[in-house]
Nanobody, 126 residues
Framework: QVQLVESGGGSVLAGGTLRLSCAAS????????MAWFRQAPGQEREGVAG???????SYSWSVKGRFTISKDNATNTLFLQMNNLKPEDTAMYYC????????????????????WGQGIQVTVSS
């Protein structure tokens, strides 16, 4: 049974930092394309950052330069380091994984992934 479990969310002031983790189990998720998505109330789920099986990173324009995605293959864990957080970053954040291997060019599409975490709340106040 595949599970993705997020942790590390919370509430911070604008300009603060948080680090999200996503522990995967049931298959070697970090060997495939993985990503972080977020969804604010009333909005569609959007791709925030993706990482290819070989480690290539991709970011949405709204977080580039502030967020860093990384992974640890030894522990099958995905990370999202979030710096200089803004109130507009407030959302539920989701870890996503699937069975695509390679450059992961379609990383920001929700249909690209088979498995999802339960989500974790990030709240940034001004």
């Amino acid at each position: 049974q595949v599970q993705l479990v997020e942790s590390g969310g919370g509430s911070v002031l604008a300009g603060g930092t948080l680090r999200l983790s996503c522990a995967a189990s049931g298959y070697p998720a970090t060997s495939y394309c993985m990503a972080w998505f977020r969804q604010a109330p009333g909005q569609e789920r959007e791709g925030v950052a993706g990482i290819a099986s070989g480690g290539r990173e991709s970011y949405s324009w709204s977080v580039k330069g502030r967020f860093t995605i990384s992974k640890d293959n030894a522990t099958n864990t995905l990370f999202l380091q979030m710096n200089n957080l803004k109130p507009e970053d407030t959302a539920m954040y989701y870890c996503a994984a699937g069975d695509h291997y390679g450059y992961c060019d379609d990383w920001s599409g929700t249909d690209y992934y088979r498995f999802w975490g339960q989500g974790i709340q990030v709240t940034v106040s001004s």
